[in-house]
């Protein structure tokens, strides 16, 4: 087990944390690493920027309060893209992690909950809590290579937790397998006074369902925009390792490209973004990254008028998708089209890493990546799992069926470059 100091030492070498605590908050079972958009007690909630959005928050987010209740520890608050707002893990104000799969060039981490995944990856903690708006989830987690779930909403509190849009937000849970990542989310689940209402989800049940005879479609490699094709080997290998397990695999004939559901997301976020938090923005928009600013101020227009139908088009589509989905256990698809780039090279015009996973908002699905293998520069690559409404259950047992076979085996990456 990694000691404090350790920790300390590679966490401030990756840039992964924020603030580390010695000893954890509450000790003595699996340890925890929080997204610095996440309230813990007494300590700054900085939310990626200079200005924090909570200087001292007066008790613990809803999910942190049940996971220290569950026996995790709190070991430390993780580095976040400003505001959650951006899918590479870039950030200009307080510096990017580093991703630990390659010590010699600064890869995108991936982004918004970038901290927590590359402590995961880097064996910092045991499990971390991201927030997941386009993707913030499962983007960071196919970047460097670990387990994230993002579930639907209204299983989990937002409780403490800062919005960016809330009729997208969800909190996550990123860990090193399918087990400890669904476990965490059994754990912090749950009914919240209106902040969360569904009943608490079955870790064991899902863990324990078999998936042979399942029927599960499959997103072709067409509608995929500009898959690398290291991506594409790997996942058209992972489609023949779930055939192998008697899962009938067939291809998706979707009632809409994943295109359609991408910028409505996109526009969503910068519209309720700018409500919740132009005043923010207004008042500290000189020391954020320009960036940054730019995509909240481009909702500082929206009106109330065209929000509502933009959600109205949303519901629509919603139950158009629900409707074709019924007839499947699952859609799987890459999770990113692209292992992760040099950091210098991230193009903040454009937002490859969520071009698969802003349809799991937009249709407010719950929905997995899990790591498959490496691209030829070293770079892991990410598997997503996506299911219909309120069901984490199918992700789950698809997600740990297909990690039995899958040849990763929880790997990790070589951190000697990093002493």
């Known amino acids: 087990m990694m000691t404090p100091d350790e920790r300390r030492r590679l966490g401030e070498r990756l840039h992964a944390f924020v603030t580390t605590f010695d000893p ?123 387990v994230g779930i993002k579930p639907g909403r ?49 870790a064991a049940a899902a863990l324990a369902t078999p998936v042979k005879g399942w029927r599960v479609a499959a997103l072709p490699l067409s509608a995929v925009p500009d898959i690398h094709p290291d991506v594409a080997a790997h996942y058209e290998e992972a489609l023949r390792k779930l055939r ?18 991408f910028a409505p997301n996109g526009w969503l976020m910068t519209a309720e973004g700018w409500r919740v938090r132009g005043a923010h923005v207004e008042a500290h928009g000189e020391r954020m990254d320009p960036w940054i600013r730019r995509r909240f101020e481009a909702g500082r227009e929206v009106t109330d008028a065209q929000l509502a139908q933009a959600q109205a088009q949303r519901a629509a589509h919603q139950a158009e998708f629900g409707a074709w989905m019924a007839s499947y256990h699952a859609l799987v698809s890459p999770t990113s089209p692209i292992p992760a780039p040099p950091i210098a090279e991230a193009d903040e015009t454009t937002s490859p ?26 770079m892991p690559i990410g598997f997503q799992v996506m299911g219909g409404d309120a069901d984490e259950t199918s992700v789950v047992a698809l997600a740990a069926a297909l990690e039995r076979v899958s040849g990763w085996n929880g790997r990790m990456p070589d951190l000697s470059g990093f002493s």
């Open 353 to 378: 890493f969520s071009a698969m996973t802003r349809a799991g908002n937009y249709l407010d699905i719950s929905a997995a990546n899990l790591p498959i293998g490496l691209a030829k520069t070293g």
């Open 24 to 146: 954890p908050l509450s000790a003595g079972g699996p340890t925890l690493a929080v997204k610095d958009l996440i309230d813990v007690a007494g300590v700054p909630t900085g939310g990626g920027g200079v200005v924090p959005l909570d200087p001292a928050p007066a008790c613990h987010a809803t999910v942190v309060q049940r996971l220290i209740d569950a026996g995790y520890g709190v070991v430390g608050k993780t580095h976040t893209v400003e505001l959650a707002c951006g899918g590479w893990g870039t950030n200009r104000v307080v510096g990017a992690p580093w991703n630990p799969w390659d010590p010699s060039v600064h890869r995108a981490p991936g982004g918004s909950s970038s901290g927590s995944a590359v402590a995961v990856a880097a064996g910092l903690c045991d499990v971390a809590l991201g927030t997941d708006t386009g993707g913030s989830v499962r983007i960071p987690a196919a970047a460097c290579g670990v």
């Open 244 to 261: 192998a397990l008697d899962v009938v695999v067939e291809e998706a004939r979707l009632p809409r490209p994943f295109s359609d559901y």
């Open 154 to 202: 209204g299983l989990v509190s937002t409780r403490g937790v800062h919005d960016l849009a809330p009729s997208l937000d969800t909190v996550g849970v990123l860990a090193r397998s399918v087990a400890d990542a669904a476990q965490a989310l059994a754990a912090m689940s749950g009914p919240d006074d209106g902040f969360s209402a569904r009943p608490a989800f079955d």
